[in-house]
Protein backbone atom coordinates (compact mmCIF):
# COMPACT_ATOMS: atom_id res chain seq x y z
CA UNK A 1 0.00 0.00 0.00
CA UNK A 2 1.31 3.51 -1.14
CA UNK A 3 1.32 6.28 1.18
CA UNK A 4 -1.67 8.00 2.34
CA UNK A 5 -3.64 4.86 0.27
CA UNK A 6 -6.84 4.26 1.80
CA UNK A 7 -8.02 1.04 2.15
CA UNK A 8 -11.35 -1.17 3.55
CA UNK A 9 -10.82 -2.93 7.10
CA UNK A 10 -13.55 -5.49 7.16
CA UNK A 11 -13.44 -6.35 10.91
CA UNK A 12 -13.30 -2.48 11.16
CA UNK A 13 -16.77 -1.81 8.96
CA UNK A 14 -18.21 -4.60 11.16
CA UNK A 15 -17.36 -2.68 14.59
CA UNK A 16 -19.20 0.54 13.07
CA UNK A 17 -21.96 -1.23 11.48
CA UNK A 18 -22.48 -2.71 15.52
CA UNK A 19 -22.12 0.22 16.81
CA UNK A 20 -24.73 2.12 14.43
CA UNK A 21 -27.31 -0.83 15.20
CA UNK A 22 -26.65 -0.40 18.68
CA UNK A 23 -27.34 3.57 18.59
CA UNK A 24 -30.20 2.90 16.32
CA UNK A 25 -32.21 0.62 19.00
CA UNK A 26 -30.93 3.21 21.75
CA UNK A 27 -32.68 5.70 19.43
CA UNK A 28 -35.86 3.56 18.75
CA UNK A 29 -36.48 3.46 23.15
CA UNK A 30 -35.95 7.32 24.25
CA UNK A 31 -37.28 10.38 23.19
CA UNK A 32 -34.61 12.13 21.09
CA UNK A 33 -34.49 9.67 18.12
CA UNK A 34 -31.32 9.75 15.57
CA UNK A 35 -31.61 8.57 12.26
CA UNK A 36 -29.01 6.35 10.63
CA UNK A 37 -27.51 9.34 9.34
CA UNK A 38 -27.00 11.43 12.08
CA UNK A 39 -25.43 8.24 13.62
CA UNK A 40 -23.10 8.25 11.04
CA UNK A 41 -22.15 11.71 10.68
CA UNK A 42 -21.43 11.91 14.95
CA UNK A 43 -18.73 8.56 14.07
CA UNK A 44 -17.03 10.45 11.47
CA UNK A 45 -16.88 13.28 13.27
CA UNK A 46 -15.37 11.31 16.15
CA UNK A 47 -13.21 9.58 13.81
CA UNK A 48 -12.14 11.48 10.67
CA UNK A 49 -9.33 9.07 9.44
CA UNK A 50 -11.76 5.80 9.19
CA UNK A 51 -14.56 7.90 6.92
CA UNK A 52 -14.16 4.95 4.49
CA UNK A 53 -14.87 2.21 6.85
CA UNK A 54 -17.64 4.21 8.20
CA UNK A 55 -19.63 4.80 5.11
CA UNK A 56 -18.82 1.46 4.03
CA UNK A 57 -20.77 0.02 7.36
CA UNK A 58 -23.81 2.69 6.50
CA UNK A 59 -24.08 1.65 2.66
CA UNK A 60 -24.54 -2.37 4.88
CA UNK A 61 -26.76 -1.63 7.48
CA UNK A 62 -28.64 0.81 5.41
CA UNK A 63 -28.78 -2.17 2.72
CA UNK A 64 -29.85 -4.64 5.82
CA UNK A 65 -32.48 -2.08 7.16
CA UNK A 66 -34.20 -1.15 3.93
CA UNK A 67 -32.95 -3.22 1.09
CA UNK A 68 -31.40 -1.24 -0.78
CA UNK A 69 -27.87 1.14 -1.33
Not at 5 to 10: I, L, S, V
Not at 53 to 61: G, W
Amino acid sequence: MRKGEKTMNHEIVTMYEQKMKQQLMISVGTSKSMSLKEITRELIEENCEQYLNINYAYLNVKHEIIGSY
